[in-house]
């Protein structure tokens, strides 16, 4: 088993190896530990998982750059892809169509998913990132599976979520879903209309295989959506020009800001409005806190003082208010 200081030491000289871009000894050292006998979920979770994240954090901490991420980020794929191609197993719990929201473009969690269920003995046709929901839905028709699994790391897109899952119902199909966005019950996957949360892939094998002797109820109907907040969410990049005026006078340093810090303050306050639509979507304000926790800690590493974020949201209540009003004031009482 991976874990303890054994497992900190084998994750660092996996990273060490990634950040260079050094595949080779990266699959190598994955492939040693299944030859070894350590479980093929356990790599995938232990090792490669607990190794995104922390490519993730060294990002937030400023410690490495977007070009280290895709370098990591690239032998990780390389390490899952031979891992899997070194395990077999029969195919009989039923095929499993696995996608990533639409919009979604972290596809390696959902990768790792396809591929542990796999070694359960399910089909899984993994489709990628951010599949457009009219070709996963023709891909339904064409293969009839026995359950949609969706992936949801970003709660930009939880709509996406509800698209794939209204699409799914349409022909009878059931949707599991999990990953980082819908939290850690199933409050969130619930009121985006899917029929079962999976907080990982134990629980996504045991629900699958109660779904063959008992599949859940289909609704008729589609999933509701607040039609405010999905307009929120599309106007998010035209309220963030409005906001983006009025924070130049309310946040005097930005008058010392270049002008891709400039376009990246914009891009911030559209995201903020995103989130906060996304957080009013499933009726779940940790979503907009967690996102803003997250900004704050972004931004201190790179020199920006938290007051920013508060000025922020500050300007943007009036203007999200105008939209949707109970938006305006989660952003308020996120001060």
């Given at each position: ?59 937030l901490r400023n410690d490495w750059t977007v070009a280290d991420e895709h370098l990591a980020s690239g032998v990780t794929q390389k390490a899952l892809d031979a891992i899997a191609n070194s395990v077999g197993a029969p195919a009989a719990g039923g095929l499993v169509v696995v996608a990533c929201a ?78 980082r966005a819908l939290g850690v019950g199933p409050d969130r996957a619930t009121r985006l209309g899917v029929d079962a949360w999976a907080a990982g892939v134990d629980d996504a094998v045991r629900i699958l295989h109660e779904w063959q002797h008992q599949p859940p109820t289909i609704p008729s109907e ?114």
């Amino acid at each position: 088993m991976i874990g303890g200081d054994t497992g900190a030491d084998l994750v660092e000289e996996y990273l060490e190896h990634a950040v260079v871009g050094d595949s080779r000894s990266g699959v190598r050292l994955t492939l040693n530990l299944l030859d070894r006998g350590v479980p093929f979920d356990e790599i995938i979770v232990g090792l490669l998982g607990v190794a995104q994240r922390e490519v993730g954090e060294r990002w937030l901490r400023n410690d490495w750059t977007v070009a280290d991420e895709h370098l990591a980020s690239g032998v990780t794929q390389k390490a899952l892809d031979a891992i899997a191609n070194s395990v077999g197993a029969p195919a009989a719990g039923g095929l499993v169509v696995v996608a990533c929201a639409e919009g979604d473009w972290h596809s390696l969690p959902a990768q790792m998913f396809a591929e542990m269920l796999r070694s359960r003995g399910f089909t899984a046709a993994f489709l990628g990132a951010s599949t457009p929901v009219d070709h996963v839905a023709k891909l339904i028709a064409r293969h009839h599976p026995d359950a949609l699994a969706v992936s949801c790391n970003l709660a930009l897109f939880f709509s996406g979520v509800t698209r794939l899952v209204d699409a799914a119902h349409r022909h009878g199909i059931p949707v599991i879903a999990g990953g980082r966005a819908l939290g850690v019950g199933p409050d969130r996957a619930t009121r985006l209309g899917v029929d079962a949360w999976a907080a990982g892939v134990d629980d996504a094998v045991r629900i699958l295989h109660e779904w063959q002797h008992q599949p859940p109820t289909i609704p008729s109907e589609s999933t509701p959506m607040d039609e405010a907040v999905l307009q929120l969410d599309a106007m998010a990049p035209e309220i963030a020009g409005v906001a983006f005026e009025a924070l130049a006078a309310a946040y005097p340093p930005m008058a010392t800001y270049n002008n891709r810090q400039l376009a990246r303050t914009k891009e911030d306050l559209a995201f903020i409005t995103q989130f906060i639509a996304a957080a009013r979507l499933v009726n779940d304000p940790i979503v907009l806190t967690d996102m803003l926790d997250w900004l704050r800690r972004l931004l201190a590493t790179r020199g920006v003082a938290p007051v920013a974020v508060a000025s922020g949201l500050t300007v943007l209540a009036p203007v999200i208010s105008q939209v949707d009003p109970r938006a305006g004031q989660l952003a308020l009482d996120s001060l």
